[in-house]
């Protein structure tokens, strides 16, 4: 199956917002409420970090928000923060399978 | 504490077959489904293989369908991958990841991981 399409980079300064989009298609982002999203720092496992497309788990900051227009799913951090400088992974159910996008790096300025 | 830790991995020649493990402990194992979810080195995450809490709804990446099994132990606490016809492109960090529900499709994210056992394929 083709991984979901997320840009490879996007940066910030500090304070500021940033999105990072997540697009598939109408057999996977589109039809289903189930993207959730990845932190990843160097050398460490993955962070679940929103779920069903705009869920926080516990213990994430309400800096970080999920939404879903369409066939495209978006995470916006809001308020950066250096620690926020790491690899975004979104994933969706595709119907029997699952989808990974390619991952984003986001830089904090 | 809630942990996951895999077992099983290391350097294989293509076309062999080697089984990967993973412990759960700190959770009701039988609750929740699990999945393998795999990072070749320096790329992006795959999600390669989900199993219902009972076993009875599993699901595979196209890559991986008629070459991987998914089992799980809820006695042993345990989740297992049996990879066979291993291949070069199959080389990666394999971890093992809780699932938020009991179905692998019910919510299908990713709350606990383990740290990842690496599998090398290579002559």
């Known amino acids: 199956q083709s991984a979901l399409t997320q840009p490879a980079s996007v940066s910030g300064s500090p304070g500021q917002s940033i999105t990072i989009s997540c697009t598939g298609t109408?057999?996977?982002?589109?039809?289903?409420?189930?993207v959730s999203w990845y932190q990843q720092h160097p050398g460490k496992a993955p962070k679940l970090m929103i779920y069903?497309?705009?869920k926080r788990p516990s213990g994430v900051s309400n800096r970080f928000s999920g939404s879903k227009s369409g066939n495209t799913a978006s995470l916006t951090i809001s308020g950066l923060q250096a620690e926020d400088e790491a690899d975004y992974y979104c994933?969706?159910?595709?119907?029997?399978?699952?989808?990974f996008g390619g991952g984003t790096k986001l830089t904090v300025l | 504490e809630v942990q996951l830790v895999e077992s099983g991995g290391g350097l294989v020649q293509p076309g062999r077959s080697l089984r990967l493990s993973c412990a759960a402990s700190?959770?009701?194992?039988?609750?929740?489904?699990m999945h393998w979810v795999r990072q070749a080195p320096g790329k992006g995450l795959e999600w390669v293989s989900g199993?219902?809490?009972?076993?009875?709804?599993?699901g595979y990446a196209d890559s991986v369908k008629g070459r991987f099994t998914i089992s799980r132990d809820n006695a042993k606490n345990s989740l297992y991958l049996q990879m066979n016809s291993l291949r070069a492109e199959d080389t990666a960090l394999y971890y093992c990841?809780?699932?938020?529900?009991?179905?692998?499709?019910?919510?299908?994210?990713?709350?606990?991981w383990g740290q990842g056992t690496m599998v090398t394929v290579s002559s």
């Open positions: 700190g959770f009701t194992f039988d609750d929740y489904a």
């Open positions: 199993i219902s809490w009972n076993s009875g709804s599993i």
């Open positions: 990841a809780k699932d938020l529900g009991s179905s692998w499709y019910a919510f299908h994210a990713f709350d606990i």
């Open positions: 994933c969706s159910y595709a119907g029997s399978k699952g989808v």
């Open positions: 109408s057999s996977d982002v589109g039809s289903y409420n189930l």
């Open positions: 069903e497309g705009s």
